[in-house]
């Protein structure tokens, strides 16, 4: 059973770019949830998708958004990137609904640094 | 909106002891699941243990296992007979279940670090 990816490790940006962060989810699971872990903080929920929409999001602008692609995988973009947006950012995914007892299963990551 | 709060930012234990990590919620909800992460050094959060409201038993995993204070709204997680392996940052997190659950995600205590002292 593979578990949840991410690429890349790690990524350097300038103030003002964009980005895009990519996450297999694991083998089975068709929902993923994307969080964004500030340096010494507890991750903080930022969207998720199931069946290729967002179905929950938390308290980011939109110049965050997402996608889900057919095989459950999935994209964050981060446009107009401010300081405030380094950190590292997870990819968790899960069955769908109430399935799997609503644990959530992580990837191990990707630390964005903005200049 | 539910808030997760980890008192202890750092906990310190022999190896072979026990240690206790605290956990308080804030919910009006009923119907919820609550969760303790571990997140070494390598950043993959790994569960640890899960536990749902309705269940009254407390959730067991081999060393580790939870207190679950449903009325105080209180999670601590007990980890016994300690190894250096634990050594990591451990977060408290709560998953509404309304609707089939899940379209808030994850909210998450700032964690505590444990250290193990050999």
């Known amino acids: 059973e593979t578990g949840v990816t991410q690429s890349p490790t790690h990524l350097i940006k300038t103030r003002g770019q964009q980005v895009t962060l990519r996450c297999s989810s694991q083998?089975?699971?068709?929902?993923v949830s994307w969080y964004q872990q500030a340096l010494g903080q507890g991750p903080q929920f930022i969207f998720q998708?199931?069946?290729?929409?967002?179905?929950g999001r938390g308290n980011f602008p939109p110049r965050f958004s997402g996608l889900q692609f057919p095989n459950y995988s999935s994209e964050l973009n981060v446009n107009a990137l401010e300081l405030d947006d380094s950190a590292l950012y997870l990819c968790?995914?899960?069955?769908?609904?109430?399935?799997?007892?609503?644990?959530?299963?992580f990837g191990p990551g990707t630390r964005l640094t903005v200049l | 909106a539910q808030t997760v709060t980890q008192s202890q930012p750092e906990m310190s234990v022999q190896e072979a002891e026990t240690v206790t990590l605290s956990c308080t919620y804030d919910?009006?909800?009923?119907?919820?699941?609550l969760f303790w992460y571990k997140q070494p050094p390598s950043r993959q959060m790994i569960l640890v243990i899960r536990?749902?409201?309705?269940?009254?038993q407390n959730a067991t995993e081999n060393r580790f296992s939870v207190n679950f204070q449903k009325a105080a709204k209180s999670f601590s997680l007990k980890i016994s007979d300690s190894q250096l392996g634990d050594a990591a940052m451990y977060f408290c997190?709560?998953?509404?279940?309304?609707?089939?659950?899940?379209?808030?995600?994850?909210?998450f205590g700032k964690g505590t670090h444990l250290i193990i002292q050999p």
């Open positions: 968790a995914s899960s069955p769908a609904g109430a399935g799997g007892l609503g644990e959530q299963f």
């Open positions: 083998s089975g699971h068709n929902t």
């Open positions: 998708y199931y069946r290729e929409e967002e179905n």
């Open positions: 919910t009006s909800e009923s119907d919820y699941y």
């Open positions: 536990q749902e409201a309705y269940k009254q």
């Open positions: 997190a709560y998953r509404s279940n309304l609707s089939g659950g899940g379209a808030d995600g994850l909210t």
